[in-house]
């Protein structure tokens, strides 16, 4: 091979420039989308690179099940968290969800109601919910149709929000709604309902099919959480005590509760109540509960399915890490 000219040296120089500069370039691009991937399958208790995410972006991982319980633990329990800086109104409830033709409901939409409540946000501490599981403690299929149960603060809404938003590291201290009902009709989102609120203990709800419940918890019984919507209505001023009855609810607070309930899409027969799936004794919530009411309303509400209870199956790819 005759030796090259200067002429040539210099292309053959620029050429193996342009080449460098090209791979450089593109393995810099790839980096980039590699990491964007490992925002999206990454692990949830790891908040802090999720912030870099668009407040209103849905990653596939913020909604994806767990796959099961640990079935013994030595060291506190992981925690799973949502991003505040994800949270938006959207976390909640889903906009524009077509309804759903729900047997025997009124099917004018002239006749439905247009009370719309005031909406706000009070994320609670991630010590105070999980993540809803595929499979139960003992690697059982989980999986049950949501469910709704109803509750009441007892104390006021205030003092509750304060005590969901409050760390506890304590699994028997850990207690939560998905959503809470203030006296005046606000309804306050407090736990995404892709997630699995802490509402009910020891607890079975039976259906058309039988007895339903997951076991979660290797210290504790069977609950309905991990297939549950928890509501929660603010109790009035003379029901602070552990009495069987108080003055009862707002009519803001049927309608607000009408409104929502309507957006999960949850028939009637699994809409239930904490005094009935609980199997401790000690829960008679929601007292002085005036179904009538709540089901004539309910019957004027479009039903949709905005608030979606159920999570995501993970990937393939993700089960194969667990
Ligand atoms: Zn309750």
């Known amino acids: 091979m005759p030796p090259l000219t200067m002429k040539e040296k210099i292309s053959a120089a620029i050429l193996l420039f342009a080449l460098c500069l090209t791979i450089i370039l593109v393995t810099a691009q790839a980096g980039q989308s590699g990491r964007v991937s490992a925002n999206e399958v990454e692990n949830p208790n790891q908040p802090s690179s999720l912030t870099s995410l668009a407040p209103n972006n849905q990653s596939s991982d913020s909604r994806t099940c767990a796959l099961k319980p640990e079935k013994s633990r030595t060291t506190p329990p992981s925690q799973t968290t949502v991003a505040p800086s994800q949270i938006s109104l959207?976390?909640?409830?889903?906009?524009?969800?077509?309804?759903?033709?729900?047997?025997?409901?009124?099917?004018?939409?002239?006749?439905?109601?247009?009370?719309?409540?005031?909406?706000?946000?009070?994320?609670?501490h991630p010590t105070n919910y999980g993540d809803r599981f595929l499979l139960d403690l003992y690697g059982q299929p989980a999986y049950h149709p949501p469910v709704v149960v109803l509750h009441e603060t007892v104390g006021s809404a205030g003092s509750a929000i304060n005590y969901f938003r409050t760390p506890h590291p304590l699994d028997s201290d850990q207690v939560s709604y998905h959503t809470l009902i203030k006296r005046d009709g606000e309804v306050v989102?407090?736990?995404?309902?892709?997630?699995?609120?802490?509402?009910?203990?020891?607890?079975?709800?039976?259906?058309?099919?039988?007895?339903?419940?997951?076991k979660t918890h290797p210290n504790y019984p069977p609950s309905v959480n991990n297939f549950a919507y928890h509501i929660s209505l603010e109790t009035p001023p003379d029901g602070s005590h552990n009495g069987s009855r108080h003055s009862g609810?707002?009519?803001?607070?049927?309608?607000?509760?009408?409104?929502?309930?309507?957006?999960?899409?949850?028939?009637?027969?699994?809409?239930?109540?904490?005094?009935v799936v609980d199997r401790s004794g000690q829960r008679q919530d929601p007292r002085s509960f005036d179904n009538s009411t709540f089901l004539r309303l309910l019957q004027a509400q479009p039903m949709t399915k905005e608030i979606v209870i159920n999570c995501q199956p993970p990937?393939?790819?993700e089960l194969i890490n667990y």
């Open 189 to 214: 989102y407090l736990v995404p309902p892709y997630k699995r609120a802490f509402g009910a203990g020891d607890s079975v709800f039976v259906g058309a099919s039988g007895k339903e419940a997951v």
């Open 90 to 124: 959207s976390t909640f409830r889903q906009f524009g969800s077509p309804s759903i033709p729900v047997i025997g409901q009124l099917i004018n939409p002239a006749s439905f109601s247009s009370y719309t409540p005031r909406e706000s946000i009070a994320l609670a």
């Open 315 to 317: 990937s393939q790819s």
């Open 249 to 275: 609810y707002t009519m803001a607070q049927y309608q607000s509760l009408a409104w929502i309930v309507a957006k999960t899409g949850v028939p009637a027969p699994r809409i239930t109540a904490h005094k």
